[in-house]
């Protein structure tokens, strides 16, 4: 028996389900009140998928033609999963010329490379239909295919500098593809801490907000302040510095290790960053996005210590 919870909205059922019947429209109706999926069963026939299902006490059985079912459960727990008929491309990027910590992404990390991580995180992931590296950096390659990792090219060496944008090598690693994705998903190989079920439920909290982007932050310390210095010596004060911090608002940081968006509104926006964007929220311990051996030291410290991430 395998249990699912369904995690989407009715207009995005409707929309891109198209239900066809009473009964499903039924069940998408009723997104806000998660339906308890009791029992669930999986049809070839016809390209269709059937399974069972408990709504407020009412047991109904139900089908839609040509869509996925996904379904996860962690542990023993009923975890998110989602129906939804859109293909997702997950792009791990890492590149060679790291500045602050030179060679990080092939660096072992307990026990294996910082990018392996990643892969496994990805591997671990029941939404993603396709995960790739992209590098421009022959080691690097070599240790993401010897821990499973799709390295279909080389990113161009002017895709990898300093001041190359991150969404011309997105763009690049997509267009390079002859299969087409509505999402991609891009993770960065120094967020080692990050989960597989991490990755799933940012996409389900994209999916049920019907936003075209989504990325993942993490909660700042409430101390919204900064402090100059004058060439004498003297501290520049920014207004509201006495205010109490459990007066001031809650603020977040990007913490760098997932980021989604529908792939033609990223063509169109050339940016993950829109008023449009949503955001996911991440526990600290694993946020960690190393550029410093500090950060490097912090993850190995976070790992060793067995901190539940």
Request: glycine content about 6%; charged content about 25%.
């Amino acid at each position: 028996m395998r249990f699912v919870e369904k995690m989407m909205k009715h207009d995005a059922v409707s929309r891109q389900l198209k239900p066809r019947n009473s009964t499903a429209t039924e069940v998408a109706d009723s997104i806000g009140h998660p339906p308890s999926f009791e029992e669930t069963t999986q049809a070839a026939a016809d390209g269709k998928i059937i399974f069972t299902c408990i709504i407020n006490g009412k047991r109904l059985t139900l089908s839609w033609p040509s869509v996925r079912l996904r379904s996860r459960s962690a542990q023993g727990n009923v975890r998110h999963a989602v129906i939804h008929d859109s293909r997702v491309l997950a792009i791990i990027v890492g590149r060679g010329g790291s500045k602050g910590l030179p060679r990080k992404n092939v660096r072992e990390l307990a026990g294996k490379p910082l990018i392996a991580w990643s892969i496994e995180a990805a591997s671990q992931s029941r939404f993603l239909d396709r995960t790739i590296v992209s590098t421009d950096d022959a080691e690097i390659a070599a240790v993401a295919r010897a821990h499973g990792a799709d390295v279909p090219f080389m990113r161009p060496a002017e895709l990898a500098d300093d001041d190359a944008p991150i969404i011309d090598t997105i763009l690049h690693a997509t267009n390079s593809l002859a299969e087409q994705y509505r999402y991609v998903v891009m993770l960065q190989a120094t967020s080692p801490l990050r989960l597989g079920a991490d990755i799933d439920d940012a996409l389900a909290h994209c999916w049920k907000l019907n936003a075209p982007a989504c990325v993942s932050i993490v909660a700042e310390p409430k101390m919204h302040w900064a402090l100059g210095m004058k060439a004498t010596g003297q501290l520049v004060l920014p207004p509201g510095i006495t205010t109490r911090r459990q007066d001031l608002p809650d603020l977040y940081r990007p913490n760098g290790a997932i980021y989604i968006s529908e792939l033609e509104w990223l063509r169109r926006h050339r940016d993950f960053y829109t008023p449009e964007t949503a955001g996911y929220v991440m526990p600290p311990e694993r946020s960690v996005d190393i550029d410093t051996m500090l950060d490097f030291r912090l993850a190995e410290a976070l790992l060793a210590d067995k901190v539940p991430v």
